[in-house]
């Protein structure tokens, strides 16, 4: 540490140019090292906090069987493979749905007719690496509410809607649109066409809100919702044949929002206390 710090000192004023007194040496050797701490500090807690959101793999949903529900209301399951889970998803919609499509046909998250271009995709953006896997999808055509069940809480759930043109969904959560299918968002079209995505948040009253996807033309896209979840809840606004989603996570809660280890939690406090006392001798 002495030896690095005297380079420092030798390669900022020079070997025999100029004779620094030493006042100038303590005070120069005492503000390295407080950057030196500082530089450290914020090193652990990036460390042991961990990186912020970024760009990521979705694990989808594996859409599975048949209609569940033996009256006019339908009922599926599917399963989403995270590196240490498995978690079983459930769909319910009273009203019934168009049709329902766990393995085969068409793949609807094409880029238009094209095939799949992860890097234009209308399904992809900065936060989701990769398109939707396989062509599994649930097609609606019914106004009403239905839900989905996560059999454990998973993170940062990712929607990705195809041919939401004549109707919206209003969820009972809040959301983000990370992408949609439209050269304004720097996107293909989706399989059925351009389109924008837009959120309306409507007062409920009385603390109660409704977080409404609207749009635009043929809209296709990708929304998130940020947290913990275990159910997710929402309203198709109108009827229409068809609209068409199917649903993603970041992992479970378990495995994104991991609580540090009581060391980890204690190199977080040592960094913060460094950093304050910087702070404070400056």
Known sequence: MKFWLALNVLGEWGVGS??????????????TMHQFIASAATAVVLAVTGPAALAAPIFWTDW?????????????????????SSVTVTYTNPNGVSFYQPSGGIDYYQNGRSGRDPATSPYTSSAVDNIPTGTDIIALRFAGTQTLQFSQAIANPVFSY?????????FDQDFE???????????????WG???????????????FEYQLLGT????????????????????????NW????????????????TPEPGSLALIGLALAGLACVRRRR
């Open 18 to 31: 100029l004779h620094p007194t030493a006042l100038q040496l303590k005070e120069h050797m005492k503000y």
């Open 177 to 191: 649109i990370l992408s949609f299918g439209n050269a304004s968002d720097g996107n293909s079209c989706g399989y």
């Open 243 to 258: 609209n068409g989603f199917t649903v993603g996570v970041q992992g479970t809660a378990a495995e994104v929002f991991q």
């Open 64 to 84: 599975g069987g048949a209609d569940l529900d033996p009256s006019a209301g339908f009922q599926a399951q599917g399963t989403i493979t995270t590196p240490t």
């Open 217 to 240: 033309g043929e809209p296709h896209g990708t929304l998130r919702f940020l947290g913990s979840f275990d159910t997710v809840s929402w309203r198709s606004l109108s009827n229409e």
């Open 194 to 208: 351009c389109g924008t995505s837009t959120k309306n948040v409507v007062d409920l009253g009385g603390g109660n």
């Open 162 to 170: 195809v041919s939401l043109n004549g109707n919206g969904y209003a």
